[in-house]
């Protein structure tokens, strides 16, 4: 996995879907995608919202829509929906060659949430 330092979004992690990533249909598994998009999204709540702190992830929802297959690059876009006192709401989707691959919602909560926090 590879984290890609951009300007708007802090950043972008991807991979190259290899056969050990693959199900018996020999797609990505959901599984590892489903990882990906979780590491991406609490990277960037984490950076985004200034927490300097683990954001434990309270939920995480990814709809599949087309399948990664062996030698595709997926990679990781997030943007911060709205971060409050303690909690960070994201939405994401990770690319491949020939598009979108899923999208994702999360939640993650903020450990130590200071009253400076909007």
Avoid: Q
Wanted: proline share 3%; hydrophobic share 40%.
């Amino acid at each position: 996995m590879v984290a890609m330092d951009l300007e708007d979004e802090p950043y972008r992690f991807g991979f190259t879907v290899e056969e050990r990533h693959c199900n018996r249909m020999r797609v990505c598994h959901g599984g590892m995608l489903s990882t990906l998009a979780d590491i991406g999204m609490g990277v960037n709540a984490n950076t985004l919202s200034d927490f300097n702190d683990p954001t434990p992830t309270i939920s995480l929802s990814v709809d599949f829509i087309a399948a990664a297959a062996v030698g595709d690059w997926i990679e990781t876009r997030t943007s911060v929906l709205r971060i409050t006192r303690s909690l960070c709401f994201v939405e994401g989707r990770l690319i491949g060659p020939r598009g979108a691959v899923a999208r994702c919602n999360a939640t993650f909560k903020r450990r130590n949430a200071t009253a400076s926090a909007a």
